[in-house]
């Protein structure tokens, strides 16, 4: 468990915790949104332009070797976090998006009329439009598990739902707008059961839990390395290599061949079917750099931590009058989602900006979601490792001075 | 009154706070005298895009004014576009049209211009200038 020693030296790696909003010192609880970089992150961006910056897997000249070296070391660093079998399972993206449609893309060589996708009812944007175009592609059908006021996924109907005919199912591990952590295990056993592939989002669930590839048995893992203390632009693709091998490739470029001829071209190995072009070389780098701090930090640490700030701020933001918490589940991570009263989340958003706290408003696209609960969106606050009990003090009682001022 | 006038007024108004948060407070306020939109025209098609809140606008042209009604779901949204409506309401399209707007900046609401700002004021302020361009036309 982290002391709040170790929170306040947490706190001094990060140089954005010092800077202030609206006069106010910055409180910036939109962390499912983007985590914030820690100096060793920003250090190695820096070296990386000041010091080898080069074209990767071509130039014989040393900053090349220097460069592809660093970049396949941070393709290591992804595959013992994520515990995967090799490290050309690890496709490295341009983020949790890119990774979703490289799968829906390739599936649609898999999939015929008739067949069925299975997604979840608290999906993201991101993990809905991608499946409704590869049904329009194919003449697949797509399914959705219901879930209950409380924001958990019925798994009875789930059950119900699977059949021979599901070739692939698709949830988030959490959710981002509700903090669910929904049960895959269940979902990956039963889904293999019949026969299909799953492919979870772990965008949400990776700030704050360490998911082991091999032991869940899942044939598909996404995830964004700037909610993960990382840049923006670069994730990763984990795929179980048979299933890497039967997809197709998303995109044709430089650095995705075997050999091209004008008649024929042959596809490179893994990963780098998956990788046409000049990736994101300095992110890639500057993403394993920040899985060695959290790392470091310890998931279990950041868990427990975080857990306490979910519970703290829970109940005090229950104790304001009309506060509704959408997302109840037991199992959650350190994510809000409320509104209070019929005050738009919009308006409450405004007034704790000028307080100087960050929070998410609007429908998080997801609005599937909002029209189940027939709202036109909700706040949400969500917590990471550096924040404090403190802040969430000056949070609540901004919450508190805007729905004074709007009610 | 002019628009210009009509401005003017307003900023003196907002220049008695010396705080944000009053004038806010004040914002909200003017977001109660709102001419509100006749429910037959809260359709999706008068919604402004471009705002995390709704916001539902309708023009009227009587002579040679243009009315505006509005509503919003949204507190501060509504105090926004009743400022901009009380500004250009009664106002000859030519001169809606032509209006300058740096007064939201002297009233302290410079952050909400930004054109990425989920708000959308400047998708509001574009959408009462697109009538009266129409009405314009119309008058020609």
Not at chain 1, 82 to 87: E, G, P, R
Request: hydrophobic share 40%; glycine share 6%; net charge negative.
């Amino acid at each position: 468990m982290l002391s709040m020693i170790d929170i306040q030296k947490i706190r001094a790696d990060f140089p954005i915790l010092n800077r202030e909003v609206n006069g106010k010192p910055l409180i910036y609880f939109d962390n499912a949104a983007t985590s914030q970089t820690p100096q060793v992150v920003i250090d190695a961006i820096v070296e990386y332009y000041t010091v080898y910056n080069a074209n990767i897997h071509r130039g014989v000249h040393t900053l090349s070797q220097e460069a592809t070296d660093a970049y396949e070391v941070a393709r290591k660093k992804v595959q013992q976090h994520f515990n995967a079998k090799h490290d050309y399972e690890m496709i490295l993206t341009a983020g949790t998006t890119h990774a979703i449609n490289i799968v829906a893309t390739g599936f649609t060589s898999f999939l015929k009329e008739g067949d069925e996708i299975i997604v979840s009812a608290m999906e993201h944007h991101s993990n809905i439009v991608p499946w409704q175009m590869l049904c329009e592609r194919t003449g697949a059908s797509l399914k959705v598990i219901p879930m209950t006021e409380q924001g958990v996924l019925m798994m009875d109907v789930y059950e119900e739902l699977l059949s021979k005919k599901t070739k692939l199912v698709f949830v988030n591990h959490v959710s981002n707008a509700l903090g669910t952590v929904n049960p895959i295990e269940f979902i990956i056993e039963k889904a293999h059961a019949v026969g299909a592939a799953v492919l979870l989002d772990g965008a949400q669930a990776t700030p704050h839990l360490k998911p082991d590839v091999q032991a869940l048995d899942v044939d598909f893992y996404v995830a964004s390395a700037h909610k993960l203390c990382g840049p923006t632009g670069v994730g990763v693709l984990y795929g179980k290599e048979e299933w890497l091998n039967k997809l197709p490739p998303y995109q044709g470029g430089g650095d995705m061949i075997d050999q091209v001829t004008f008649e024929k071209t042959t596809y490179a190995g893994l990963p780098f079917k998956f990788e046409a072009g000049t990736p994101n070389i300095c992110g890639g780098i500057a993403f394993g750099v920040a899985l060695d701090y959290l790392n470091d930090l310890g998931f279990e640490n950041i868990a427990a931590y975080e857990k306490e700030l979910l519970d703290y701020a829970t109940k005090a933001l229950k104790e304001i009058e009309g506060l509704r918490i959408y997302g109840e589940a037991d199992e959650k991570t350190a994510v809000i989602s409320f509104n209070v009263g019929n005050i738009h989340p919009y308006d409450i958003g405004t007034i704790v900006d000028k307080l100087g706290v960050a929070v998410r408003t609007g429908h998080h696209c997801a609005q599937p979601i909002m029209d189940f609960f027939k709202i036109p969106g909700t706040v949400r606050a969500s917590f990471a490792f550096y924040n404090t009990k403190e802040e969430i003090d000056t949070f609540v009682e901004a919450v508190k001075k805007a729905v004074m001022m709007l009610s | 009154m002019s628009i210009k006038e009509i401005q003017d007024e307003i900023v003196s108004e907002f220049e008695m706070f010396d705080d944000w948060m009053q004038r806010y407070e004040y914002m909200i306020e003017l977001g109660k005298d709102l001419p509100l939109i006749d429910e037959q025209y809260k359709t999706d098609d008068n919604i402004i895009k471009g705002c995390q809140s709704k916001v539902w606008v309708h023009a009227d042209l009587e002579g040679e004014q243009l009315n505006f009604t509005a509503d919003s779901d949204a507190i501060i949204t509504k105090g926004i576009i009743a400022i901009l409506i009380r500004a250009f309401s009664g106002q000859h399209p030519k001169d809606i049209m032509e209006a300058d707007m740096n007064f939201i900046d002297e009233i302290g609401l410079k952050e909400h211009l930004s054109p990425t700002r989920a708000n959308g004021l400047v998708s509001m302020i574009k959408q009462l200038k697109l009538y009266a361009v129409a009405y314009q036309t119309q008058l020609k």
